[in-house]
Structures are given as structure tokens and as C-alpha cells.
């Protein structure tokens, strides 16, 4: 397993080449060489599950002996730990169930080979960003995911598609940016890249001060807009809704948790140690987006807008329980994202259908599809049943998770604004559900049909599983959430999550 | 930019006289990037800047744009197949990116690292046609050459050929 | 030195980012920021009077170390060129279709999207 690591990286970037090199001959060939990577991707991310190890491979590592008989090896260290595992398991799944839509989705546009050319190095740039083991490959993999995230919003090539693909990218890129020169001022007052050892630099004070501050504040404003964390949330409601339904399922469901979520978990808590001021910043700022997001959620009458606006809200809620810093309080926040990459996914593949049955995004124009399209109706309550957190679907759980965490943290006032935005959430998708699929059908939609089995049986597969998730959960899935946590939660003074992460990389005892 | 036809005759004689010196030049720069300044991108790079000079010279119709141009897109997925090959040939000596083709203890020497050549000519073909690709792409001329207007952005082709690069470097 | 005069480009690029109307510019802007970052990499491998890091046989590594300059931000510079590149084109390649759809380069007066 040690050894296989980098093929999480090299399948999804092979696939991509491949289908650029093999594009004349159809985009049947490309989805099929798609669906071939991202099924070897799901397989070799449960192999991990099941093998359970942690591994470290340095990629191109080359060993020297120094002069004192220590071993020196210098490369590209690729971790895969607990954190890892989750967040690879998810890309995976979702992916696999984006790849499927888009086959029958996108059979009337053109440039299908190119978008399964972006869509594979979406997947490499995700896969990349969750196993680098040094800050600057996290940027690197971070940048192959946006940049290629940036031309699949202007796949459509419209006047909307083009001005939000235009934003998105000054955003993502000031970001990076931001997120360049924090690496630049760690290196520069710290001498490493290594996560683990600037890990040991920040925990034995030799790295520290302005430099540490000014790096954190960095970090927080480029993965915080990768997150669409309030005050940087602008271009996502842009950016989502313009891109194919399977892309904006890809975006929103994954791309602001690998690059966004992910990448803030493993440099707060990992790298730089617990720090109360960003935790409170963290705090402070999930609970602006988790209440602005469900308030502006409330007033849209398009529906992939609507769900747009709900990704910038319940990121508010991972946000809220890293925050907290809690043992418990991680564990919530990563099985939110998790969850969240179901049920959101889910509703914008449906939304997708919803659009290609009605040729309309305006709730205001659809009305009793339930009657004529009973399985996307079914997938699609399903999911905004999850995202409403209604139990027993996974968005119950882990929104439960948060409100005790909150609470138990003595944050009432946290807890309270959680609450109360889980009940707006709830409200805001009665409204979709009777808008959209109960009440009276209008005369214009009397005839419409259902999508092919290959767009509503992915909605359906990913609500499943948020149906499941609690059978799911003593079964294995719960002891990789807690994994994850565990690799990346800092609490109760000393960290016993770094150590092992340290031991991993730097094989101490 | 450029009409079709190219430049002036002084343009197009020095530009062929150079042009071989400068593909070479690249070339060199790629083949012992293990041992000295350079590597695969800067070789790439001094390459495409000579197609380039020779698109600008001898113009879109007759330049290497015609010929090249639909050529660089397929090349540059080759390179960039050829890089992953080669790094998982690294396997069958023990991990990814390792070091298969043997070393000559000689230091200095082209083949001290034979590996790391053939890494660095991959790269080359990726930069290399990759940046054409992308220059094509981005050049008023590139796929719309006839209804370009009187506005210097008024048409261009689909946004097509640079794909994302970054782990060239 | 060198660090407020970084300083200085990185605002130049950020003011015309995000002050300036027309595209062009912004994507200059963009452009010049990037410089900026890449100029502060640089900055930081570089050590006044040091020596070309290539390791000889038989030499201390110590030794070595403290007095060549440090390669990696040269490394970490080539790679963020790379992507700074990449960006630039694909941002070009859309401001062409903004123009094309739009019929002008004034971000202004794209307004499709709002909310």
C-alpha cells in the first residue's frame, strides 16, 4: 500500500491525458477512460480503509548518508493518514457518481472530451491537495484544482458562464496568491516546507511570532475564500451555478472541502498547532456565513442559486466546529463536510434534472414534477431531507454533532445562531419541495418525462447513503470520521493528533 | 499582429537562419539539464519561443502554426503520458519516480542519470508544445484567422488549448 | 532593499486588480502581483556572496549549507511561474470570450449576474 500512494495522484492525471490525446475519437472513449480512473480511485481508497495504515511515500525520494550516518532523504513527501483516507473516500464516491450523470447530461454539448479532460484534473488536483505532505505541494495541487475549476464555470461558454468563470478566477487567484506568500514567510523565518517540520519548529518556539501570525492571517483569507467563508463567499454564488450540473455538484460538493475545508484543517491543526485567535476567527466567521448564506438562501427563486447559497451556509457549520477546537467538535465539523458532499452533490445533480426536464432553473416556473419524474423526485427529497436534518438521514447527525459541541464548548450563542439556521434551512427546502415538486402542475410541463436511468440513479445512490449513513457508521464509516479527527483534532492540551502525524512523517519514536 | 503573409524578407531570412540554433539550442538546454542550468521547462520554453518567432515571421498560413498547430495539442498529451510512464516505471526499480535505467558512477557525464534525461525530454515535449498550444490559442490568428475585425480582440478562438500546467517544474 | 520595493509592485499589482475597470488591466494587475510573489521567493533564497549549491564529494554538508545559496525557492519559483502562466493564459483565453459576448472590456458594464 506504501508503495501504491502516488496512484492516487497518477490515475486521474493519466485519465486526463489520455482523453486529450484520444479525443477524436469520441467522447465515448474519454467517458469511458473517466469512469475507468475515478472507479480505480474508489477502489484504491477503500483498499486504504480497509488496510487502515498510515503511509508516507516520498515520491522521487533520494536517500543520502550524511557525514554523522544519518540518513537524509530529500522529495516530495505524500502522506496518506486518517484526515487523508476520509476526504479520498469522498472524492471518490462523489466523483464516481458525477462521472455517471454526465454521460447522458452533457450528450448535447460540445467539448465533451475537454470537460472530461478538466473534470480528471479536478479530480488529480483533489486527490494531490488531501496526500501532499508540504505546504508547497498543497498549493500546487490546490492551483491544479481551481485552475482547471475555472474553465470547466466557463464551459458553457454564455454571457453568465464567462463574467462568473472571470470572477471566480481574480478571487481564486488573489487567494492563491495569498496563500503563495504565506508559504514564502513560513519558509523564510522557519527554513521548511515539510508539514511535519514546521509542525516541530512551531512546537519547540523556534518558529513563531510575526511570522507565525502573519502566515496564519494569510492562510485564513486563501483557503477561507477556497471555502467560501463569509466575507469571501462572493464569487461562489456566481461560480456554481453557472458551471453543468455534474460540475457544480463537483464544486460545491468537493472542491471548496478538499481545497477550502480540508486544506484549513490540516494547516491550523496540524501544522501550526491550536491557536485561540483563529479559533475564535473561525467561530466568529462560520457563524456570519452560516446565517447571511441561509438568509440570502431564503429569497432565491433560481434553484442552483438557492443551493449555492446554502453551500456558503453550512460551510458556516464545519467552520463553527473546527472552531469550537473540541475533540468532538472536529469529529462533527469533518463528518459535516462529509456529509455535506452527499446531500449537496446530490441536490445539484437533481437540480440538473429538474432543468433539462422543465428547461427552467426558477422554482417559480416548475410545480407538481413529483407526479411526472417520481425518481428524481425521490433523490431529490432525499437529499433535501439531509440538508434540512431531518433524522435519520446524515445531516441530522452531524448537525446534532455541532450543536452539542457547541454547547458543551459553552457557546450558546454559537449553538443558538446553528440552530436557528437549521430550522431557516429547513424552511428554505419545504419551499423548493412544494414549489417544485408538489402543488399544481403547470400546463406547460404536463408531458415532461423523467431523465434516463444514468442521471437519476446517481442522485438516488448518493441519497441512499445519506439515508444510510447511520447504518453505515458502526460498520466502519464511523472509525474512519474518527480516524480523520483524530490525525487532525488538537484538543485537551497536549496533541496527541501531531505526534502521531510526526511519527508518520519524521519516524521519531 | 501579423498579416498572413508574414514579415519582411530581412525578418524571414534571419529568423531562418536562427531558428535552427535556437530548436538546438533548446534541445541542449533539455538534454543535460541533470548536470547543468536549465531542464525540461527551460528547454520547452526556448523551443516554443522559437516556434513562436517563426509563427510571427513567416506568418499563420505558412508558419509553423500550420503545421504544428493542430500537431501540439496531441503532443502535448504525449509528454505529458511519457512523464507519468516514466515515473511508474520508477516501480520496477522500487517506488514511484525511482531511478530504473542504471547510474554511471561517473559523475558529469550524460549518463549518470539516464532517467532523469528521458524525464527531462518529456518535459520538454509537454512545455514545449504545451506553451505553443497556449500561445496558439491565445493569438488573435489561432483558429479564426479570416473574420478577425477591426477591433484587435474582436474574435479568437475557443479557449481551448492551454490546459493547466504545474507539474512540470 | 529589496523587500519594500517587493512591497511596492505587489501594490502596484493589487491597486490595478482591483481599482482598475478595464480587463487588460486587471490581468496586468494579476500579472504584476505574481511577480511580486515570485520576486519575494527569490528574494528569500538568495544570500549575499554565496556560493552556486552543488555539493562536491568529500565536502562538508555543514559547511556547505551555510554558505551556498538555497536552491529550493528557485525551485518553488519555476513552479509558480508555471502556474502563473496557466492562469494568465486561461484568463486571457476568457477575457477574448468577454469581449466577444459582451462587445466591451469594461467590467463595468458586465452585469448579467447579480446577488
Same mark, same amino acid.
Given at each position: 500500500m506504501v508503495d501504491l500512494v502516488p496512484l492516487f495522484v497518477a490515475i486521474p492525471l493519466a485519465a486526463?491525458?489520455?482523453?486529450?490525446?484520444?479525443?477524436?475519437?469520441?467522447?465515448?472513449?474519454?467517458?469511458?477512460?473517466?469512469?475507468?480512473?475515478?472507479?480505480?480511485?474508489?477502489?484504491?481508497? =477503500?483498499?486504504?480503509?480497509?488496510?487502515?495504515?498510515?503511509?508516507?511515500?516520498?515520491?522521487?525520494?533520494?536517500?543520502?548518508?550524511?557525514?554523522?550516518?544519518?540518513?537524509?532523504?530529500?522529495?516530495?513527501?505524500?502522506?496518506?493518514?486518517?484526515?487523508?483516507?476520509?476526504?479520498? =473516500?469522498?472524492?471518490?464516491?462523489?466523483?464516481?457518481?458525477?462521472?455517471?450523470?454526465?454521460?447522458?447530461?452533457?450528450?448535447?454539448?460540445?467539448?465533451?472530451?475537454?470537460?472530461?479532460?478538466?473534470?480528471?484534473?479536478?479530480?488529480?488536483?483533489?486527490?494531490?491537495?488531501?496526500?501532499?505532505?508540504?505546504?508547497?505541494?498543497?498549493?500546487?495541487?490546490?492551483?491544479?484544482?481551481?485552475?482547471?475549476?475555472?474553465?470547466?464555470?466557463?464551459?458553457?461558454?454564455?454571457?453568465?458562464?464567462?463574467?462568473a468563470s472571470f470572477k471566480y478566477l481574480l478571487l481564486g487567484s488573489i487567494a492563491s496568491l495569498a496563500i503563495l506568500i504565506g508559504i514564502a514567510v513560513l519558509y523564510a523565518a522557519g527554513g521548511f516546507l515539510n508539514m511535519a517540520d514546521i509542525a516541530v519548529a512551531v512546537r519547540e518556539g523556534r518558529l513563531g511570532g510575526a511570522a507565525l501570525l502573519g502566515a496564519s492571517a494569510l492562510f485564513l483569507f486563501g483557503f477561507g475564500l477556497k471555502a467560501a467563508m463569509m466575507p469571501f463567499h462572493a464569487w461562489l454564488p456566481d461560480a456554481h451555478p453557472s458551471a453543468p450540473a455534474p460540475i457544480s455538484a463537483v464544486l460545491s460538493g468537493l472542491l471548496i472541502k478538499t481545497t477550502g475545508i480540508y486544506a484549513l484543517v490540516r494547516v491550523f491543526f496540524t501544522i501550526l498547532g491550536p491557536d485561540p485567535r483563529v479559533q475564535t476567527l473561525l467561530l466568529v466567521l462560520g457563524c456570519v456565513s452560516m446565517g447571511a448564506g441561509v438568509l440570502l438562501a431564503l429569497g432565491q427563486d433560481d434553484l442552483k442559486r438557492l443551493l449555492a447559497y446554502h453551500s456558503v451556509s453550512q460551510m458556516g457549520f464545519? =467552520?463553527?466546529?473546527?472552531?469550537?477546537?473540541?475533540?468532538?467538535?472536529?469529529?462533527?465539523?469533518?463528518?459535516?463536510?462529509?456529509?455535506?458532499?452527499?446531500?449537496?452533490?446530490?441536490?445539484?445533480?437533481?437540480?440538473?434534472?429538474?432543468?433539462?426536464?422543465?428547461?427552467?432553473?426558477?422554482? !417559480?416556473?416548475?410545480?407538481?414534477?413529483?407526479?411526472?419524474?417520481?425518481?428524481?423526485?425521490?433523490?431529490?427529497?432525499?437529499?433535501?431531507? !439531509?440538508?434540512?436534518?431531518?433524522?435519520?438521514?446524515?445531516?441530522?447527525?452531524?448537525?446534532?454533532?455541532?450543536?452539542?459541541?457547541?454547547? !458543551?464548548?459553552?457557546?450558546?450563542?454559537?449553538?443558538?445562531?446553528?440552530?436557528?439556521?437549521?430550522?431557516?434551512?429547513?424552511?428554505?427546502?419545504?419551499?423548493?419541495?412544494?414549489?417544485?415538486?408538489?402543488?399544481?402542475?403547470?400546463?406547460?410541463?404536463?408531458?415532461?418525462?423523467?431523465?434516463?436511468?444514468?442521471?437519476?440513479?446517481?442522485? =438516488?445512490?448518493?441519497?441512499?447513503?445519506?439515508?444510510?449513513?447511520?447504518?453505515?457508521?458502526?460498520?466502519?464509516?464511523?472509525?474512519?470520521?474518527?480516524?480523520?479527527?483524530?490525525?487532525?483534532?488538537?484538543?485537551?492540551?497536549?496533541?496527541?493528533?501531531?505526534? !502521531?502525524?510526526?511519527?508518520?512523517?519524521?519516524?521519531?519514536? | 499582429m501579423s498579416e498572413p503573409g508574414g514579415m519582411s524578407p530581412i525578418v524571414r531570412i534571419v529568423t531562418r537562419w536562427l531558428l535552427g540554433f535556437v530548436l538546438v539550442f533548446g534541445?541542449?538546454?533539455?538534454?543535460?539539464?541533470?548536470?547543468?542550468?536549465?531542464?525540461?521547462?527551460?528547454?520547452?520554453?526556448?523551443?516554443?519561443?522559437?516556434?513562436?518567432?517563426?509563427?510571427?515571421?513567416?506568418?499563420?498560413?505558412?508558419?509553423?502554426?500550420?503545421?504544428?498547430?493542430?500537431?501540439?495539442?496531441?503532443?502535448?498529451a504525449v509528454g505529458a503520458l511519457a512523464f507519468l510512464a516514466l515515473a511508474l516505471l520508477g516501480y520496477a526499480a522500487g517506488h514511484?519516480?525511482?531511478?530504473?535505467?542504471?547510474?554511471?558512477?561517473?559523475?558529469?557525464?550524460?549518463?549518470?542519470?539516464?532517467?532523469?534525461?528521458?524525464?527531462?525530454?518529456?518535459?520538454?515535449?509537454?512545455?514545449?508544445?504545451?506553451?505553443?498550444?497556449?500561445?496558439?490559442?491565445?493569438?488573435?490568428?489561432?483558429?479564426?484567422?479570416?473574420?478577425?475585425?477591426?477591433?484587435?480582440?474582436?474574435?479568437?478562438?475557443?479557449?481551448?488549448?492551454?490546459?493547466?500546467?504545474?507539474?512540470?517544474? | 532593499m529589496i523587500y519594500p520595493l517587493i512591497a511596492v509592485l505587489l501594490f502596484v499589482g493589487l491597486y490595478g486588480l482591483l481599482v482598475k475597470r478595464h480587463v487588460v488591466q486587471k490581468i496586468l494587475g494579476l500579472a504584476i502581483v505574481e511577480y511580486a510573489v515570485n520576486l519575494l521567493l527569490v528574494a528569500i533564497g538568495y544570500r549575499d556572496g554565496g556560493r552556486p549549491p552543488i555539493l562536491t564529494p568529500g565536502e562538508d554538508p555543514a559547511a556547505f549549507a551555510a554558505g551556498s545559496v538555497d536552491p529550493l525557492p528557485q525551485a518553488l519559483v519555476l513552479t509558480s511561474i508555471v502556474i502563473g502562466l496557466g492562469v494568465v493564459m486561461l484568463l486571457v483565453a476568457i477575457a477574448m470570450r468577454l469581449h466577444q459576448r459582451f462587445g466591451t472590456l469594461d467590467t463595468t458594464r458586465m452585469n448579467r449576474l447579480h446577488g
Open positions: 486526463a491525458f489520455l482523453c486529450l490525446l484520444l479525443k477524436r475519437f469520441g467522447d465515448r472513449v474519454c467517458g469511458a477512460i473517466t469512469l475507468l480512473g475515478i472507479l480505480a480511485v474508489l477502489g484504491l481508497s =477503500l483498499t486504504a480503509i480497509a488496510v487502515g495504515t498510515d503511509a508516507v511515500n516520498m515520491a522521487g525520494g533520494y536517500g543520502v548518508t550524511m557525514r554523522d550516518g544519518r540518513p537524509f532523504v530529500a522529495g516530495i513527501a505524500i502522506v496518506l493518514d486518517g484526515l487523508a483516507r476520509l476526504f479520498l =473516500l469522498v472524492v471518490a464516491v462523489v466523483g464516481t457518481a458525477v462521472v455517471v450523470y454526465g454521460f447522458r447530461y452533457l450528450e448535447r454539448s460540445t467539448g465533451r472530451a475537454l470537460y472530461h479532460v478538466l473534470l480528471n484534473l479536478v479530480f488529480a488536483g483533489m486527490t494531490g491537495a488531501v496526500l501532499a505532505g508540504d505546504v508547497f505541494n498543497l498549493f500546487v495541487f490546490v492551483e491544479i484544482a481551481s485552475i482547471a475549476s475555472y474553465a470547466l464555470v466557463a464551459f458553457g461558454t454564455g454571457d453568465r458562464e464567462v463574467e464545519v =467552520l463553527v466546529g473546527l472552531g469550537t477546537g473540541s475533540a468532538l467538535g472536529v469529529t462533527a465539523a469533518l463528518f459535516h463536510a462529509a456529509n455535506h458532499a452527499l446531500f449537496k452533490s446530490a441536490l445539484f445533480l437533481s437540480s440538473g434534472s429538474l432543468e433539462r426536464m422543465t428547461g427552467t432553473r426558477n422554482l !417559480s416556473e416548475m410545480g407538481g414534477l413529483a407526479r411526472r419524474a417520481p425518481w428524481t423526485a425521490a433523490g431529490t427529497i432525499g437529499a433535501a431531507l !439531509s440538508i434540512s436534518g431531518i433524522p435519520p438521514f446524515n445531516g441530522f447527525w452531524s448537525k446534532l454533532l455541532i450543536l452539542i459541541a457547541l454547547f !458543551s464548548a459553552g457557546l450558546p450563542w454559537a449553538g443558538t445562531i446553528a440552530a436557528l439556521t437549521a430550522l431557516l434551512t429547513l424552511a428554505s427546502f419545504v419551499k423548493v419541495q412544494r414549489k417544485a415538486l408538489f402543488g399544481a402542475l403547470p400546463e406547460r410541463l404536463a408531458h415532461v418525462r423523467d431523465v434516463p436511468a444514468s442521471m437519476h440513479v446517481p442522485v =438516488l445512490v448518493l441519497s441512499a447513503l445519506c439515508l444510510l449513513t447511520f447504518v453505515l457508521w458502526p460498520l466502519g464509516l464511523g472509525d474512519v470520521v474518527q480516524g480523520a479527527a483524530a490525525t487532525a483534532q488538537s484538543a485537551d492540551g497536549q496533541p496527541p493528533a501531531i505526534d !502521531s502525524y510526526l511519527r508518520l512523517v519524521l519516524g521519531r519514536p | 534541445f541542449a538546454v533539455a538534454l543535460f539539464g541533470h548536470l547543468t542550468p536549465g531542464g525540461g521547462f527551460a528547454g520547452g520554453v526556448v523551443i516554443t519561443c522559437g516556434f513562436v518567432l517563426a509563427t510571427l515571421a513567416f506568418g499563420a498560413k505558412t508558419g509553423p502554426a500550420a503545421w504544428f498547430g493542430r500537431l501540439a495539442s496531441t503532443l502535448d514511484f519516480l525511482a531511478q530504473w535505467a542504471g547510474r554511471d558512477p561517473e559523475p558529469f557525464r550524460l549518463t549518470s542519470a539516464p532517467s532523469l534525461v528521458l524525464l527531462n525530454l518529456a518535459i520538454l515535449l509537454k512545455v514545449g508544445a504545451g506553451l505553443f498550444a497556449g500561445f496558439l490559442a491565445v493569438a488573435a490568428f489561432g483558429r479564426a484567422a479570416e473574420d478577425v475585425g477591426t477591433d484587435e480582440f474582436s474574435d479568437a478562438g475557443a479557449p481551448q488549448g492551454p490546459e493547466p500546467e504545474g507539474r512540470e517544474a | -
